[in-house]
């Protein structure tokens, strides 16, 4: 059996921020950081960093090269364009460690319910609006190139993540914050809306609280896949090869 991560999975908005910091941990592009050889005795082409098994899965291996892959991915998606050229310092590798082996959990969950299947011409859209953030077409095929990519193997991606993510909403969906909850999130975070008559500012005050429901129920979700899982994570980039 593999020993459970004790890591916590952020959102996404943590991987950008993380990457777009520039970091002062050492950078771990490809060929530095975990995956290089002591001076003298080359270099790896790759490392396994992880090893997951979703409840009634097969064991996944997860390379360095695809956690800077996941990452790379997620930060274009999100909008971070520059930051998703730039190498990937160690709390950005974490993060994209947590990111990636999250949406495999959701996509593996999607998979054993038989849910939420995401035909070809829907990838194949979500594929045109990741193209649309670069300002070049000749920027979008460096960003492959980089990543020793094809546009298949990207849609792939795209697309079980999209499937993924379709669940996570399915199971956000039911949530509902009342006018008595937006007003009792109110009386606690009255300064946070510059102290208005909540009459005023109500519609924001359910936006907020209905944000944090969503992300502690997301938390909860994952922190119930992740328990029913196999995972074993081999490094910890903060420490280096554990």
């Known amino acids: 059996m593999f020993a459970r991560s004790e890591t916590h999975s952020p959102l996404r908005a943590v991987l950008v921020a993380a990457a777009a910091l520039g970091g002062t941990l050492p950078a771990a592009g490809r060929g530095e950081g975990p995956a290089a050889s002591a001076p003298g005795r080359g ?22 090269s695809k956690v800077e892959e996941e990452g790379r991915i997620a930060l274009v998606s999100a909008g971070a364009i520059e930051a998703a050229f730039r190498p990937l310092d160690a709390m950005a590798l974490q993060a994209s460690l947590d990111w990636y082996v999250d949406q495999y959990l959701l996509y593996e969950e ?6 939420f299947e995401v035909e070809r011409t829907e990838a194949l859209a979500q594929l045109a609006r990741f193209k649309e ?22 849609l792939g991606t795209l697309r079980r993540t999209l499937r993924g993510q379709r669940y996570l909403q399915s199971r956000l969906g039911r949530l509902r914050v009342s006018d008595a909850d937006a007003e009792a999130y109110y009386g606690s975070h009255s300064a946070d809306f510059g102290g208005a008559p909540f009459a005023d500012v109500k519609e924001a005050v359910r936006a907020r609280a ?15 896949l992740r328990a029913r899982s196999e995972i074993r994570v081999i490094v910890d980039f903060a420490k280096g090869p554990g």
């Open 43 to 64: 270099k790896l082409a790759d490392e396994v960093v992880a090893v997951v098994r979703s409840a009634g899965g097969e064991a996944r291996v997860i390379t360095l």
């Open 110 to 115: 999607a998979v054993r319910l038989k849910v």
């Open 133 to 154: 953030v670069f300002r070049r077409v000749e920027d979008y095929r460096a960003f492959l190139f980089e990543l020793d990519l094809t546009e298949e193997e990207l």
């Open 210 to 224: 209905t944000e944090e429901r969503a992300n502690t129920e997301t938390r909860a979700l994952l922190s119930d």
